[in-house]
């Protein structure tokens, strides 16, 4: 069976049409003080699901999936919630699937004082599960702050999925560290060079960037990153490359964040457009990564 969380219910649905698998139903309710509280559907009694939605009174006992992009704090708490109210129900084995994982960013303190808070959160999370599945997190290495088993997967090669014909394509990474990135996705759009611009960040908001050596005039260029949050560092690219006479400019990443209105920075910047998966279910999902999932859950390292 699939439990969703409160952002990945469309990625749940698709996952559990591609495995066969019960969604199970969920019922969200907030107290007065604001507090959030999630309950799986008990299957009978008022409030419950109809007939045609599966409950996991049916459902106990057996292994659980439960898919849930940590994108907030409500997100976070409510993702514990059911990982309790999955073990209460007597499931036996519990699968957490974090198509994206909030403050994998903060993956190491940056000063004194400061907490690893990508930390913090595995440690909380692998206390309810009995292994967890990343989609990729922004660093190979926060996989290793679960106490649990872990294991990522890479959904950048479907970024290729949506991108028109190009012209002389050149796939660009923002910084050397998505470098990766950019030629998995190139090689599965079959053609084209990659290269990366150096970036410098002065603070969660201010980033420089440095041209590359790479001619773009003329040439479509594909933007690749891991995240896009702000859009401040895939604006900037933007802008480096209009100025290069760049031909037509795409940005792809694996999770559209798209905080604060991002994308109509990134428009305004000269994007020609923005595809993302449903890792972070925004408009700009163009692409499921439920294949991806349902191919690693069916093939176990
Ligand atoms: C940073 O290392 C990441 O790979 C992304 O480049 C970054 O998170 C993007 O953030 P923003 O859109 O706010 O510039």
Do not use: W
Not at 22 to 30: A, F, G, I
Not at 40 to 60: F, R, V, Y
Not at 235 to 246: C, G, S, V
């Amino acid at each position: 069976m699939i439990v969703s969380g409160r952002a990945s219910q469309s990625l749940a649905a698709a996952l559990a049409a591609d495995l066969d698998e019960v969604l199970v139903s969920t019922k969200r309710t907030r107290f007065p003080d604001g507090e959030v509280r999630v309950d799986l559907d008990p299957g009978d009694g008022p409030g419950s699901a109809s007939d045609t939605e599966a409950s996991i009174g049916d459902n106990a006992q057996q292994r659980a999936l439960l898919v849930a992009a940590t994108t907030s704090a409500d997100a976070f708490v409510e993702l514990l919630q059911l990982q309790d109210a999955l073990r209460e129900a007597g499931v036996s084995e519990i699968t957490t699937i974090l198509p994206y994982m909030g403050y994998a960013r903060q993956d190491r303190a940056f000063e004194s004082g400061q907490p690893v808070s990508a930390r913090a959160m595995a440690r909380a999370i692998g206390i309810g599960t009995d292994r967890v599945l990343l989609v990729n997190p922004h660093e190979e290495s926060v996989a290793d702050f679960f106490d649990i088993p872990s294991r990522t997967i890479d959904a950048a090669p479907q970024l290729a999925e949506p991108l028109p014909d190009l012209n002389e394509p050149v796939f660009f990474a923002p910084d050397a560290g998505a470098i990766e990135l950019a030629e998995a996705v190139r090689g599965a759009y079959g053609a084209g060079t990659t290269d990366y611009f150096e970036k410098t960040r002065r603070s969660g908001e201010e980033i420089e960037i440095s041209p590359h050596e790479t001619d773009a005039e003329g040439r479509d260029v594909v933007l690749v990153d891991d995240i896009v949050a702000t859009g401040g560092t895939m604006a900037e690219t933007i802008a480096i490359l209009r100025q290069r006479d760049a031909a037509r400019v795409y940005g792809t990443c694996v999770h559209p964040v798209l905080a604060n209105g991002a994308y109509t920075r990134l428009v305004n910047a000269g994007v020609e457009a923005i595809y993302g998966t449903d890792t972070v279910e925004r408009p700009a999902s163009a692409v499921s990564v439920a294949p991806t999932i349902a191919e690693a859950l069916r093939n176990p390292k």
